[in-house]
């Protein structure tokens, strides 16, 4: 059962423009929803996060918003640029245990054309 | 280099043969985990270790998988006669009690059984 479903799984984009990449989970355990870039062949890197007590959070041109009542998060990039043409993952994790395993989306692959 | 590193980055094997992977954490990190990744996919939690502890197995590590942390330092992940459903990036990611839910993945080790 796929916990953590994201949309859509591919996506075009001219350079300077928004790209939105939405997610929405169903384990309301969850309680940190990070988002991962990866580039081909290489590891996921982690790009921005928040928490449920937030509904944005920006750190330069990434903005997540969070909409607790819904169970939806979303990746905004804004002025986006070819070098920003990579995977992007949402994913989530539960503090409940202490153990904090990450659960994925299927993952978005951005092309950002010039 | 201070990130998590794997090795080796890439391995072919015949179906049956045994395989064994290693990730080295970042130094001050205890947590570690295992997950895979097929093509086209979201990474998925295979094991989580706290020290030399295993804490947690996930119902995708059959029993043709072992994993080990001795010591608390590098882990290694072991599949015994592979199969060609196992071929897949293997992630491993590192994350430490003070700041629990930031984890910082390696590169990844691809396994192509042929």
């Known amino acids: 059962q796929q916990q953590v479903k994201q949309s859509p799984q591919s996506l075009i984009v001219q350079k300077g423009g928004i790209s939105i990449i939405n997610c929405a989970y169903e384990?309301?355990?969850?309680?940190?929803f990070p988002w991962y870039q990866q580039f081909p062949g290489k590891g996921p890197a982690l790009l921005i996060a928040?928490?449920?007590?937030?509904s944005e959070k920006k750190e330069g041109r990434f903005t997540i918003s969070f909409n607790k009542s819904a169970k939806q998060f979303s990746l905004h990039i804004m002025d986006s640029q070819p070098g920003d043409s990579a995977t992007y993952f949402c994913?989530?994790?539960?503090?409940?245990?202490?153990?904090?395993?990450?659960?994925f989306g299927s993952g978005t692959r951005l092309q950002v054309q010039p | 280099d201070t990130g998590v590193s794997q090795d080796p980055r890439h391995k072919i094997t015949k179906r049956g043969q045994n395989v064994t992977f290693r990730c080295d954490p970042i130094?001050?990190?205890?947590?570690l985990y295992w997950y895979r990744q097929t093509l086209g996919q979201g990474p998925e939690f295979l094991t989580y270790?706290?020290?030399?502890?295993?804490?947690?197995k996930s119902r995708l590590l059959s029993d043709r998988f072992s994993a080990e942390r001795p010591k608390g330092s590098f882990s290694t992940l072991e599949i015994q006669r592979t199969e060609q459903g196992d071929s897949a990036m293997y992630l491993c990611?590192?994350?430490?009690?003070?700041?629990?839910?930031?984890?910082?993945f390696g590169q990844g080790t691809r396994l192509t059984v042929v």
């Open positions: 990611a590192s994350s430490s009690d003070r700041r629990d839910t930031e984890a910082f």
């Open positions: 384990n309301t355990a969850f309680d940190y």
């Open positions: 928040i928490r449920p007590d937030v």
């Open positions: 994913a989530a994790s539960s503090g409940d245990t202490g153990r904090r395993a990450l659960t």
């Open positions: 130094s001050e990190h205890n947590r």
């Open positions: 270790f706290q020290n030399e502890a295993q804490l947690e």
